[in-house]
């Protein structure tokens, strides 16, 4: 860049990303409750005190590393812009990052400068035209499509979750194969103790204890089998 540009790239263009990511970002907060509030609202779905809980505790001990994680490797791939608009649209690792990747490569530009935040904030905003536009012709032809398919595919669509979760589990028993061979029983040995109703005199039912205490089983095998490991990284 001259100087002229890098200095309405400085004093223009960041500036002004910045300040319009800050007003969608904080606009974005209560418009992520609407589909809660329409399900609550239209369909009368209130989720009991323990059902809440349960799902939070699963969601944060799923989440809470990436929530760290993610910015910090990210950051340098996508820069200022490309943070703002995924992290507003999603699917960070899935789409995102690839395509910011693949524009950098294919404009022969190093991440991190002043063209290579342009270049990646130019793709990603690309990759989310594309994204949103074929989810949203998907979610209005759906019950069209559904509606041609044969009985059979309708009726296989129902193990589309189990497969999902299925190959999400799998992935991760492979990701550490020995940590699994321990956690995968002890997860086992707690499904039973919960529907036996051995949690039942905890708060609120306690149909939460069963993961909060599969998170904690697997914090203490991982560091007890990667032992090794881990004082090396000292």
């Not at 369909?43 to 760290?68: E, K, Q």
């Not at 022969?108 to 130019?122: F, L, N, S, W």
């Not at 189990?162 to 707690?190: E, N, W, Y």
């Amino acid at each position: 860049m001259n100087n002229e540009q890098l200095n309405v790239y400085k004093n223009e263009y960041i500036p002004y990303i910045v300040r319009v990511g800050k007003i969608t970002s904080w606009l974005s907060l209560p418009l992520i409750f609407i589909p809660a509030l329409v399900v609550v609202v239209v369909y009368g779905a209130r989720p009991d005190t323990s059902g809440v809980i349960t799902g939070l505790i699963g969601l944060v001990s799923a989440m809470l590393a990436w929530y760290i994680v993610d910015p910090v490797t990210l950051y340098p791939i996508l820069h200022i812009p490309g943070m703002y608009m995924t992290y507003l649209c999603g699917n960070s690792k899935e789409i995102r990052a690839p395509a910011a990747t693949a524009a950098l490569s294919a404009a022969g530009v190093e991440a991190g400068t002043e063209h290579g935040t342009v270049v990646a904030g130019i793709s990603i905003a690309v990759s989310i035209f594309i994204s949103v536009g074929t989810m949203t012709l998907v979610a209005i032809l759906g019950n069209l499509i559904l509606a041609i398919l044969p009985e059979t595919v309708q009726h296989a669509l129902n193990y589309l979750l189990p497969s999902l979760f299925g190959t999400m589990c799998m992935q991760r028993i492979l990701l550490d194969p020995k940590s699994s061979l321990i956690i995968l029983p002890c997860a086992f040995v707690l499904k039973l103790m919960s529907r036996a109703g051995f949690f039942k005199f905890l708060p609120f039912g306690g149909g939460y204890a069963q993961i909060l205490l599969c998170v904690i089983v697997g914090v203490i095998v991982a560091r007890i089998v990667h032992k090794d490991k881990l004082q090396a990284g000292k």
